[in-house]
């Protein structure tokens, strides 16, 4: 397992208390902030957060991590670590106080980077990737813009899925119990399309050809279907 680098002047440990409530509890909330830089190389981003808003954008440069906590008596318990070019996210909650235990992290990765993200619950945002994209969330929504990867997986137990794409997916899978699906994808190719749900309307007004290379499947118990052109 490689060493991970934290340069001087990068890693920031920023400590703000405030006595606000949390879910009808009015003990004190402490919130606080750490920042750090990767830089061995990054060919995969693996996030593993019990329950953490996740944040994913393309941009050059290392990648850098933000994370950001409040918290009741205990801080919650994250690490991170770079192994065979993959950098790894966990996040283990507060221990016996996880009513009050939030983790949001804001992760800038090079475009091309594979991500995979699991979490229980919280919110997963993509912006601008070009690597394959898997993600597994119990409860959450899914947003994601200006994708451009060849194989995007969500699945998710509840919780919207927004995808936008810049490039036509060529396998674009999307699997959710309770949430509406809306995909936009780009008009200049067709695309084989295969939607299933219980309960919810379906729309969908791109370009279709069972034989395409480009596949969209979507599988939902209870929600609408929406596969519009991308604007």
């Known amino acids: 397992m490689a060493a991970f680098t934290v340069r001087a002047g990068t890693a920031v440990l920023l400590i703000a208390l405030a006595a606000l409530p949390a879910c009808g509890d009015s003990a004190a909330t402490s919130t606080d902030e750490q920042s750090y830089q990767i830089d061995q190389k990054v060919d995969v981003l693996a996030v593993d957060a019990r329950a953490a808003a996740i944040t994913v954008e393309a941009g050059d440069g290392p990648v850098t991590v933000t994370e950001s906590f409040r918290y009741g008596k205990q801080r919650p318990t994250t690490a991170h670590n770079v192994a065979n070019s993959t950098l ?6 507060c221990g016996d106080d996880n009513v009050r235990c939030e983790v949001k992290y804001r992760i800038r990765v090079p475009a091309v980077t594979r991500t995979e993200i ?16 898997q993600v597994t969330t119990e409860a959450g929504a899914v947003r994601g813009s ?3 990867g060849p194989e995007v997986t969500v699945t998710s137990q509840a919780g919207a899925t927004e995808l936008v794409f810049a490039e036509p997916p060529t396998a674009l899978e999307v699997r959710t119990e309770l949430g509406a699906v809306s995909l936009d994808l780009p008009p200049q190719v067709a695309y ?32 609408a279907v929406s596969i519009e052109p991308t604007p």
């Open 88 to 93: 790894t996210l966990t996040e283990s909650g």
């Open 118 to 133: 699991t979490a229980k619950a919280g919110s997963v945002t993509l912006t601008g990737l070009a690597g394959a994209v």
């Open 146 to 148: 200006g994708l451009a």
């Open 192 to 223: 084989a399309v295969t939607v299933a749900t219980e309960v919810g309307r379906s729309q969908i007004s791109v370009d279709q050809d069972p034989a395409s290379k480009h596949r969209v499947e979507v599988h939902t118990q209870v929600g």
